[in-house]
């Protein structure tokens, strides 16, 4: 269904840095990240992403994150974001900065 452009300027995408980052037991596909966005604290945000990276590759690289979205809880879990990722088996890739930036950076 397609959306307004106004609609798509809704999204806040931001880049965080991934400050920590570890597989939520018994569950298959998620992993909890610890983000900082330039905010006061680290923001809590879960993504399904298991079965394509291990959760040490993701510790101090900057990604992609849309920071507006609701809270959700995910396995008792609070999931503060959405980590933008793409493509399945060999073609998955994560989002990122081709160069390093301020976390909290707009994407515009």
Do not use: C, W
Request: proline share 6%; aromatic share 4%; glycine share 10%.
């Amino acid at each position: 269904m397609p959306i307004t452009i106004d609609d798509f300027k809704k999204s806040e995408i931001r880049v965080g840095t991934v400050k920590h980052a570890e597989r939520v037991p018994d569950a298959d596909k998620l992993i909890r990240l610890e983000v900082d966005l330039g905010e006061d604290n680290l923001r809590q945000i879960l993504s399904g992403i298991a079965e394509y990276v291990e959760p040490e590759e993701l510790t101090g690289r900057q990604l992609l994150f849309v920071t507006n979205l609701e809270s959700r809880v995910i396995r008792g879990l609070v999931s503060n974001g959405m980590l933008l990722a793409g493509g399945v088996g060999d073609t998955f890739t994560l989002l990122s900065p081709q160069k390093s930036v301020p976390p909290g950076t707009r994407v515009n």
